[in-house]
């Protein structure tokens, strides 16, 4: 049984991966200090080290949870996946993913690693949910996927930057059936 | 008929594009000074107002050359274009491109309108290519281009991350089947 204790212990940590993901959004990873995470949680610096090691075992944490966010989205079989992408692209954090990849890039980054393996991880989980008959002849998952992850990322960076020029949910349907359609039209289903 | 002081203001002009690119590239656009880009491109710092204005001349100079080197590969038809399109994101310049879109999408960012401008020219540029039968039943040419262009952005952001993981070659294959695999399959001429 969770005690008070326990509790306090798992609100402490969501406060502080809710503070630095909005801090690493805002200004990145090399610029946001411990200081600065626990001022916008609302807790002591000291006790950061205590859940996290150091600031890289928090970004994983952050990563962890944001990557979480999306795949949920997919694994929930009710609701429409893409859908539940281009929602999530539309968060305030998301915007994340993108300060951090300019970082990922740099020459020697330290978190070039961290940022490769929640690539690697979407890939992973968005991969399963590519129906069988989608992959064109010819074609590998393996590279499908990265195209089906790239989509996202790239759907996610134009409507950032001029979000009245890309509508979000006509790109999700054309996402649909352009993986549904493919092989609708192989089996012969068509429309 | 161009003069030897024409040429030499051309080439000027080409030499500070190229130094500008790479030092945005390295270290983004806020921090580059006219100083930096001067002492790079081996030219003279008073230069840079009379060629290009002010330092977003200089970003739009930047912009469009980086822009007419994408769409120089679609409109060129003995070649092909995705082969193009993927062998310009292995160029080290073109992580030029994620730098800036973290820039860009900063709160008040004066780049922002200049990086949308960019995204709206590889939409225009590459969306003229897309076949005619290759959209979805029901998908718009908006969607698909927004998708298309989508997956060459976020398909160059997976390389950057981790090379090693991403097959550049498949994956353009990827996307030239998909496009020209579903307008043939719709047309019957099913391999």
């Known amino acids: 049984m969770a005690t008070r204790r326990d509790e306090r212990t798992q609100e402490s940590r969501r406060l502080l991966v ?7 959004a805002e200004q990145g990873y ?15 610096r000291g006790s950061i080290p205590w859940h996290f090691g150091n600031k890289l075992g928090l970004l994983e944490a952050v990563l962890d949870d944001r990557l979480r966010a999306v795949l949920d989205g997919f694994d929930r079989p009710s609701d429409d996946p893409f859908d539940r992408v281009m929602g999530f692209v539309r968060l305030p954090v998301a915007r994340l993913f993108i300060t951090l990849l300019a970082e990922a ?7 070039r690693e961290h940022y490769a393996r929640l690539h690697a991880a979407l890939r992973d989980g968005l991969g399963r949910h590519i129906p069988e008959g989608a992959l064109p002849p010819g074609v590998g998952a393996e590279a499908f996927t990265v195209l089906l992850v790239g989509a996202v990322i790239g759907v996610h960076a134009q409507w950032r ?6 509508d979000l949910e006509a790109v999700g349907g054309a996402l ?16």
């Open 105 to 111: 890039v740099e020459a020697d980054s330290p978190i």
């Open 161 to 166: 930057v001029a979000p009245e020029a890309v």
């Open 30 to 44: 090399r610029r946001t200090s411990f200081i600065d995470i626990a001022e916008r949680a609302g807790i002591s």
């Open 176 to 191: 649909r059936a352009l993986l549904l359609g493919a092989s609708a039209l192989r089996d012969g289903d068509q429309p």
């Open 18 to 24: 809710a503070a630095a993901a909005e801090l690493f």
